[in-house]
């Protein structure tokens, strides 16, 4: 099975606009993780989507949304762009159905999104 | 409130050594455990996981970790250490009897010397 795929890998933006990334997960996995990693505050949790609802969500400003596809790819905007919004942003996903199956989440390699 | 410690940002071990990289955690019911390393520019690999059962716990690579229920802890453990395991590794845990959110530790650089 092909892994967690995340486009793009990298991207340089300005303050004040808006991006777009991508994650498709592998194979049959309902859920979709995202979160934000800096070198100061370490994982952070953006939300949970499964089966195109949003399920969980971290403490982060509006300014970060997301939505799921019915093909379980999703999505995550960040708009006006803060020059603290870089970072590396990570998808996961995982087979579970249920918000408690004890399954572990699946990697992509990240997008590094850079705001200057 | 739920959470995750992982009380050493850094932990030097000589090539050929003991390992060992500590996790505590407090959530108000079971938990599940979970370690995952992060190579440099690379997303997160799963490790292991304890779900129930046998308190030690046998993984990926070689490591293994141990859940102690009365001290609260998940210890990631590796008999000998290469330099290639040199990484990040993260500790997490869901509280099945909370909302099930996955909650991260703040990571361990763990560097092997040759």
């Known amino acids: 099975k092909a892994g967690v795929t995340q486009t793009p890998r990298y991207l340089i933006k300005t303050r004040g606009q808006q991006v777009t990334l991508s994650c498709s997960p592998i194979?049959?996995?309902?859920?979709v993780s995202w979160y934000q990693q800096t070198p100061g505050q370490g994982l952070q949790f953006l939300f949970e989507?499964?089966?195109?609802?949003?399920?969980n969500k971290g403490n982060f400003p509006g300014r970060f949304s997301g939505r799921q596809f019915s093909n379980s790819r999703s999505e995550m905007n960040v708009s006006t762009l803060e020059l603290g919004d870089s970072a590396l942003y990570l998808c996961?996903?995982?087979?579970?159905?249920?918000?408690?199956?004890?399954?572990?989440?699946?990697f992509g390699p990240g997008t590094r999104l850079t705001v200057t | 409130a739920q959470s995750v410690a992982q009380p050493e940002d850094q932990v030097n071990v000589a090539e050929g050594n003991p390992l060992t990289v500590k996790c505590t955690y407090s959530?108000?019911?079971?938990?599940?455990l979970f370690w995952y390393v992060q190579y440099p520019n690379r997303g997160l690999q799963f490790l292991l996981k304890?779900?129930?059962?046998d308190n030690l716990v046998k993984g990926s690579y070689g490591f293994e970790a141990e859940f102690n229920k009365s001290q609260t802890s998940f210890h990631l453990k590796k008999p000998s250490a290469l330099v290639s395991d040199s990484a990040l590794y993260f500790c997490?845990?869901?509280?099945?009897?909370?909302?099930?959110?996955?909650?991260w530790g703040a990571g361990t650089k763990l560097i092997i010397k040759p």
């Open positions: 304890y779900i129930t059962g």
């Open positions: 997490a845990v869901r509280d099945m009897d909370s909302n099930y959110q996955l909650i």
């Open positions: 989507y499964f089966s195109e609802t949003q399920r």
């Open positions: 996961a996903s995982t087979p579970q159905h249920l918000a408690g199956d004890p399954y572990e989440q699946y």
């Open positions: 194979s049959g996995h309902r859920s």
């Open positions: 959530v108000s019911g079971n938990p599940y």
